[in-house]
């Protein structure tokens, strides 16, 4: 199963960062390029434990839909997000922060597992794996942006 295992630096608190990850709204930003738009459970706003999501996107050519859920939360240390339905056998996507002194340290564990057996596995290692993670460094991009600057609150109405 591959894992995609990102780091990202930002020069904020931790609570602020941790808020911005769970930002629906700030997400919906991130994915323009495809897009994403929430069109069943947490629609706005910032999404808890137990609550669920259904993105309906274009990825590879195809209108996709997947529904995510909270399935654990430690304010403002982590959260994971698991998919129930969608195209992948399974997507886990943990979400980690840790406050160092001058900022917070961000890091993504993104594990995932394609159907469609050997020709899925060819497709993570030909380009699956690139595309996702060029999707998760555009979205902790939005986010370090958001957080260093005073936009953030615009997205957590402060």
Known sequence: MPTIHLT????APVERVFDLSRSIDL???????TNEKAVAGVASGLINLDET???????LMKERI?????????????????MMQGDFRSLRHEHHFKQIDN?????DLFSFETPYGVIGKLMNGVYLTGY?????SDRNQLIKEYAESNKW??????
């Open 8 to 11: 990202t630096f930002i020069a």
């Open 27 to 33: 997400h919906k930003k991130s994915q323009a390029k």
């Open 53 to 59: 999501v259904t993105w309906k996107a274009k990825h």
């Open 66 to 82: 997947m529904k995510m859920k909270i399935t654990a939360m430690q304010r403002p240390y982590s959260f994971t997000d698991e």
């Open 103 to 107: 900022g917070t340290l961000m890091i």
């Open 132 to 136: 996702l993670q060029q999707l998760l």
């Open 153 to 158: 609150q615009q997205v957590l109405n402060i």
